[in-house]
């Protein structure tokens, strides 16, 4: 009996070790998922002309309300919109140099006829309603939404799969009335996708 309950212990730990745990997400981000799952739900890589994907993501809300739902298409309907994802909030690259590039470049995101800026991450809502706070990037004017669900990520094809969260790849992207008119990628170069690049081909 003590034998057959070991196994078992063995037998559960491997599984988990091995990716088939009937538990397949995180509390830190979206889920992860089977590749042939991913395979079905990513899209190819946006580009300009691209529609961007009709998802729900969740803005977090003071004093650790409950997020509220925004429909992506409804949130920039008749608007030219900023949209920036990083692979995540509080980091230093996303903290010292992505965010910080938008909040100082708002004005003359403005002037160039920009009416929102989007900050997006697969951090949970919680995560990203503080870090707009605390970083000055939501008194700016920023908006912080959360793809915790990666639907957005994944439907920009721009999704880092791991055992862990799925991330977003670092991009920029300008839309107007939902469809891309610019796309910053990081490929090459991170600062790429940052605000002056992007300033620049307005």
């Given at each position: ?8 212990l ?8 091995s990716?088939?745990?009937p ?12 590749a042939?799952?991913?395979a079905?739900?990513?899209s190819?890589e946006v580009?300009?002309?691209?529609k961007?994907p009709?998802?729900v993501?969740k ?10 739902d ?5 949130l920039?309907?008749?608007k030219?919109?900023?949209?920036f994802?990083v692979?995540g909030?509080?980091?230093?690259g996303?903290s ?7 909040i100082?470049?708002?004005d003359?995101l ?10 997006v991450a697969t951090?949970?809502a ?10 000055g990037?939501?008194d ?17 094809g ?5 055992d ?9 992207l300008?839309?107007d ?7 910053f990628?990081?490929?090459?170069e991170?600062?790429?996708t ?9």
């Amino acid at each position: 009996m003590l034998l057959r309950r070991c196994s078992a212990l063995v037998f559960g730990f491997a599984a988990v070790a091995s990716g088939f745990s009937p538990v397949a997400s995180s509390p830190f981000g979206a889920p992860r998922t089977s590749a042939s799952k991913t395979a079905l739900s990513m899209s190819a890589e946006v580009e300009v002309g691209s529609k961007l994907p009709d998802v729900v993501m969740k803005e977090g809300q003071a004093d650790y309300g409950k997020p509220a739902d925004v429909k992506l298409l409804d949130l920039v309907k008749g608007k030219k919109v900023a949209i920036f994802a990083v692979p995540g909030a509080f980091t230093p690259g996303c903290s010292k140099s992505h965010l910080p590039s938008f909040i100082t470049a708002q004005d003359d995101l403005k002037s160039k006829g920009v009416d929102l800026t989007v900050c997006v991450a697969t951090n949970d809502a919680y995560v990203m309603e503080a870090w707009g706070r605390t970083s000055g990037g939501a008194d700016a004017g920023i908006v912080f939404l959360s793809d915790a669900d990666a639907s957005l990520t994944r439907g920009l094809g721009l999704a880092i799969e791991s055992d862990v969260m799925v991330r977003s790849k670092r991009y920029s992207l300008i839309a107007d009335d939902g469809v891309v008119t610019h796309y910053f990628s990081s490929a090459k170069e991170s600062s790429d996708t940052w605000a002056p690049n992007v300033l620049s081909s307005l």
